[in-house]
Structure formats: C-alpha cells, structure tokens
C-alpha cells in the first residue's frame, strides 16, 4: 500500500526529471515482483497502472512533460501476461469478471465525452489493445469479451472504434497465422542428422535414434486423429467472433449512422473505408436489412473513385437474399453506368462485369421475371425497375469482346445465368447444360418465395428405386442379377442390407399366410398390405406432377423408418437426380435403355463420395466476406496483333545475324589462350602423358576409319 500510494502521488506522476522518472520505474518493478508473489490483488494493481498510462500518455499529448514509453509498455505485458497466469490452469471466472467489468466501464466512459478527455480515450485504446491481445492468445474468448469490444466498435472515438472494427474483421486470419507459425517451428525443431557423411559412434548413433524419436512425437502430435481429450474446454469450436455478437442490428445501425453523419473532416478516407467493411460485414453474415445502406455505396460507385475494387467487393458483401431487388437494381444500373460501358478500360469493364454476377449470385430473385408485374401502375416502383432480359443479353454480349480479360468476364456471366436462369439468354448462347435446365423449367425464386420441405428429401426417389429394382428382379435381366451380386457381397461396412429386409418381408408374408382371417382390414388394410408389392412397382416419377411428388414423400416419410443404409441412397439419388437435370441427353438415354433392355434401372454404387467441405481443407473461411481479389480482372497475357509480332521477329532476326553474346569470353576461349607452362601439369596434361600405347593406337585408328567413311559416302 505504501507503493501504490507513493506512485499516485503528483510530484511522482508529473515530474519530467530524469531522477523521478527512474523512482516510478522502480516503484512499477516492485509492484509487479509483489504481484508475481501474490501479494497484491490483480483489480487493485490494474486500477493503478491503467491510471499511470493515462496519465503518463496526457502528459505527453499536452506536451508539459515526456512520458516514458517504455513504463507504458512494461506495464502493458505485465497486465497481459497476468491475466494469462491467472487462467494457465482454467478459467477464473471469478477475477474475469471483475477485470472485463472495470475494462468496460473504462471503454464505456468515453462513449458521451470523447474530445475532452485525452485521458479517458487513452485507457480505453490501452483496454481495446490488452482485450484483442488476450483473444488473440484464445485467454478471453467467451461472450463477455465480444460485447466489450462490440461496446468499442460503437465508441465516438476514432482509435478506439477503429481497433474494435479491425478485431472484428480480421482476427481469425491472425489467430490461423499465429497456429501456423507455431506449427512450422514445432516441425522446424523436428530434424534428424542421419550423420551420412560422418564417422559412425555410439554417441551419433544415440542422438539420431533420439532425434527420430522426437521426430515420430511431434507428428503424432500434430495429426489430430492422435490428439488425445483435453476436456470440454479444450474441445470447445472457436466461432468467429462476428458471429457471436448478441446484437448486430443495433450495433450496424449505430456504426452507420455515425459514418453518415460523420461529414468530410470527422473521419479520414482509410476509417471510412474501414467502417463501410465493418458494416456490409455485419449485413452480409447476420443477413441484416439497412435499406438506407444501398443509395449511400451508390455515392463511392464511380470510376474514379480511390479504391474502387474494394468498395465493389463491400458492396457485394452487403447483399444477400433477403435484399429487396429494388434496391440491387439500383446498385445494378449504377455499375453497369460507370463501369460497363465503351469509354472504360478493359479492368474496369471485367470488375464491373464480375460484380454484377456476384451481387446477381448472392441475390438471384433480381433475375426473376415476375418481380415486378404486379406493381407497374405505381411510379415509384415504375423508376427502380429494369429490363433483366435485356440487361442479361446486354451482359452476355461481352463474351466475345476483344480485351481478354473482359471476354473472361463475359462468359462466366453466360456460364451463371446457364445455371440460375437459363432463359433469359438466347437460344444459341444456353450450351448443353442451359438447354437441359431451360427444358426442366430451371429459375430462381421471386422475392420472398422459399423451397418449403414435404418430407424426407429424396423418400419419392427411394421409393422409385426400389420399384424399378424390384421389376428388374422380376423380370430376371441381366442387370438385375448384377446388382444383386454386387449389393450382397460388396458392401463396405460389411452389413448386408438387403437380404434382411427380404428375410424380413418373407417372414410377414408366411405369418399372413398363417392367420389369413384373424382380423378383417377392409380396402384400406389391403392397400397397407400390398403397398410395397403392387403399388411401388408401378411408380414412375418421370409422369408425376409436383404435387403428387410432394404427396407421395409425405406418404413415405410419415410410413415408413428410414435405415442409414436409406439415407445414404436418398443421398445419392438426390445427386444422381441433380447430374440429370443438367445433362440434355438424360431423356433419351432412358428411352434407349427401356427399348433395349424393358427398365431404366441403375444400380447404385457403393462409392463414398463425401461432398461435405471441411474447416481445415479451405482455411479460414468467415461466412458473408468477399475478397476483393475475387472480382478482379484476371491476370492473362493480351494476345498481340501483328504489328508487334513483326517486330518482334525481326528483332530476333537481328540478334542471330549479329551473334551478340551477353558477357566475356568462354572457358574454352580462355584455355585456348593460357600458357602452355601453366596447364603442363593438370589434369588432362597428365592424363594424356599416362596413356597406354594401345589407346592411343585405338584412338588413331577410328580417326582414320571416321576419315575412310566419310570419303566413301562422298564418293556416293
């Protein structure tokens, strides 16, 4: 106590010698060597050290005294490492709670007066810092930290709010760094010295076998199928942290209304720009609506305008289905005016042309014909319509532009509309695939319109397959005795599924076939009964209309208990399903096979393809961020016209003919020059000298015949 109250004095605080500032460095010491000793309670240490920052850093904004940057820093790592301490064996939640309050209440206090206090604002930069910090090293990951933080990202104060933001953004690409890094020095420290070009002893034959044991350790430990349980806490997935704000809507609407009322002077470019990521951020992964938010990026969507490629991929970021498409046609005409037109370059054309296929991509109900057809007499829905076919054809056309880049950009939007809304283009641009899903009716929702389940997916096409495999066991084809071998003997897992359910059904029929009369069902318990023997075997979904569809999966998944082995066909029915749809010859493929064969029956593989995308395969991927490296221009080579082809040519021409050759003469030149006294006693010399007489005679000798036959095919 003496300490702390010798430290908070004035004359200690505020005096600018050299001897006062060496007693506050030496009163810190001895408080933290006390604290280290448990002499002292966290809370009552990191009041007065957070007092000390703000004070030593006013003193040094109001330029009366200098503050010693290195005390701030020492203080710094001492609270960060402290409260590393504290939680090394498992979270105290007890002294958490009571830090994070007394950090909230610093961050909270400069939320009314900001320009006032400098001091206020430098603690709070100090707690913003030492809580990204804690996060960063996974100490603080839970709820409380994000709300603090989310309580600074909505500060007045630019520092404050600008370090918030940048946590938000990109603190799981600094965790995922730190993760690797520690992983490449783990494996760095993992060599082995086989000692291959050295005196083989016992004392290097233990250290390599020591060193390959090390070796074998630390890649057991990185395989996570090694990993032994750490517990609950360990396990525990850390989400990204703007995935757990508690209320994002309220936090984007208080960060925007800031950036709107900000003006020209408030805050620069750079924090601008920052705060527009943060909130399309926040817009694109909680799939908010701030409908004001559209008209404002229209103002930054020019080109000329600094940054432009990183205010599209922004723009993108904020849309998502939920978007009115009244408000993507504007974004949509505004970027098609200023970037998709003759007059631009060919980047800024390709940038144009893949943001509009991104926006169109997050937001595919634009593309839908009857968005609009009902509300064409009102005038004010009248001016944010457009024309999406031709809009599309219009888009469609750059496909064969000049520029490289921009015929690459054309026809990936050919390529997304084949696969969203196949017609909308003409006939001759659709391809293979766009013509199989024009003719099975493929477009996207209109606004506000779901795909609502009716079932089990994929329950109408298990019941088709089993149909058409019971018919093809009926009927004794060839296919059918194939895939009864296969799915009897070549399963996997080493169950065999369908001779127990022929047990099973066999089992039924002969203790029907026992109590015939016991109980008298009527129509109805004779449909139940002959349900899987007459009526599956006449389904075919190809005549069915979507409504029966829906009625027969409600049907079977409300019957019927589906097995994992179910599942797993329904699974790659589905995608068998999906193949066909974008394959134009699926149809007539069918028709050939019933006229060959009298089924369309396929067996079903047993392959596992999983579709499933890992966490770890693609990296840090945070849900709604868009890169903005994404819908840039693609970096190819123009092609060159002739002119410069010509040139290039004769500049080649040029260059043979001349024989100009970079550098100084050759070794051979140089050996060709070199005194005979010099080389007398190298290599080729002595070698030459220890030549047996019969080599030498050998050597001759096929000079001489090399000679005869090159005069004998002259003489031809």
């Not at 196949?422 to 695939?433: A, F, I, K, N, T």
């Amino acid at each position: 106590t003496f300490f702390m109250n010798l430290l908070q004095n004035e004359m200690i605080l505020q005096n600018p010698g050299n001897n006062v500032r060496e007693i506050r460095r030496s009163l810190v010491s001895a408080l933290i060597l006390m604290r280290n000793k448990g002499a002292l309670e966290p809370l009552d240490l990191l009041e007065l050290f957070f007092n000390i920052i703000s004070q030593l850093t006013a003193a040094e904004g109001s330029g009366s005294t200098s503050a010693d940057k290195q005390l701030r820093e020492k203080i710094h790592r001492h609270i960060v490492n402290d409260i590393r301490n504290v939680n090394k064996n498992g979270q105290n939640q007890q002294i958490n709670r009571k830090i994070q309050s007394f950090m909230h209440k610093v961050i909270a206090g400069v939320q009314d007066k900001c320009s006032t206090s400098f001091a206020n604002e430098v603690a709070a930069r100090r707690c913003v810092e030492m809580i990204v910090e804690l996060y960063r090293r996974n100490v603080w990951t839970d709820e409380r930290t994000i709300h603090i933080l989310a309580s600074a990202a909505a500060s007045p104060c630019a520092s404050v709010m600008t370090r918030a933001c940048r946590f938000f953004l990109g603190i799981e690409e600094k965790m995922d760094m730190d993760a690797s890094r520690r992983k490449e020095e783990e494996m760095a420290g993992a060599t082995v010295n086989l000692h291959l070009h050295s005196k083989k002893t016992k004392a290097r034959q233990r250290q390599t076998e020591k060193q390959i044991k090390n070796r074998k350790d630390k890649l057991n430990k990185a395989d996570p199928l090694m990993e032994e349980d750490q517990g609950v806490e360990h396990s525990r997935k850390l989400y990204p942290a703007i995935e757990m704000l508690n209320d994002p809507q309220g936090l984007a609407e208080t960060v925007f209304r800031r950036l709107k009322s900000s003006g020209h002077s408030a805050y620069s470019f750079e924090v601008k720009l920052l705060l527009i990521n943060f909130i399309t951020r926040l817009v694109g992964n909680h799939e908010l609506l701030i409908l004001p938010l559209y008209p404002f990026l229209q103002k930054y969507l020019a080109g000329h305008q600094r940054d432009v490629t990183a205010i599209l991929a922004y723009v993108v970021q904020a849309c998502h289905e939920y978007v009115p498409p009244d408000e993507v046609n504007g974004l949509l005409k505004t970027i098609a005016h200023n970037f998709i037109t003759e007059r631009c370059t060919g980047e800024q054309m390709a940038v144009g042309i893949n943001a509009v296929r991104a926006i169109c991509a997050r937001v595919p109900s634009v593309l839908a014909d009857d968005n609009n057809t009902d509300d064409l007499t009102n005038t004010a829905t009248v001016s944010t319509t457009m024309d999406v076919e031709g809009f599309v054809r219009d888009m469609a056309g750059y496909a064969k532009h000049k520029d490289r880049s921009v015929m690459i950009a054309g026809k990936s939007w050919v390529n997304f509309i084949r696969e969203v809304h196949p017609s909308l283009l003409q006939g001759r641009d659709r391809g293979e695939v766009g013509s199989a899903l024009y003719r099975n009716g493929e477009k996207p929702l209109r606004y506000g319109e779901k795909n609502v389940a009716h079932g089990v997916e994929g329950a109408d096409l298990l019941l088709e397959y089993e149909a058409k495999k019971a018919a093809a066991k009926e009927a004794g084809s060839e296919d059918g005795d194939e895939w009864e071998e296969h799915e009897t003997h070549s399963d996997d897992d080493g169950i065999q599924e369908e001779p127990m359910n022929d047990e099973a059904v066999e089992e039924e029929s002969v203790e029907d076939d026992k109590a015939p009369n016991l109980v008298d069902m009527g129509e109805e318990g004779d449909d139940n009964d002959n349900y899987s023997e007459n009526a599956e075997l006449t389904i075919d979904l190809s005549k069915f209309s979507k409504e029966e569809r829906h009625k027969l999966k409600m049907e079977a998944s409300s019957t019927r208990i589906f097995t994992t082995s179910d599942f797993e066909k329904m699974r790659k029915l589905v995608a068998r399903e999906k193949i066909e749809r974008r394959d134009p010859r699926a149809i007539a493929r069918k028709k050939r096979a019933m006229a060959k064969t009298g089924t369309d029956f396929e067996v079903l593989s047993d392959d596992s393809d999983d579709d499933f995308d890992s966490d770890e395969e693609g990296g840090i991927r945070i849900a709604g961020a868009v890169n903005p490296g994404d819908i840039m221009a693609m970096a190819k080579k123009k092609r060159m016209n002739k002119a410069e082809r010509l040139e290039r040519v004769i500049a080649g021409r040029e260059k043979f003919e001349a024989k100009h050759r970079e550098g100084g003469s050759t070794n051979t030149e140089k050996k060709r020059k070199k005194n005979f006294v010099m080389q007398q006693f190298s290599y080729e010399a002595r070698s030459k000298q220890n030549q047996k007489t019969t080599s030498k005679n050998t050597k001759s000798k096929k000079r001489v015949m090399s000679r005869e036959n090159k005069k004998r095919r002259r003489k031809f």
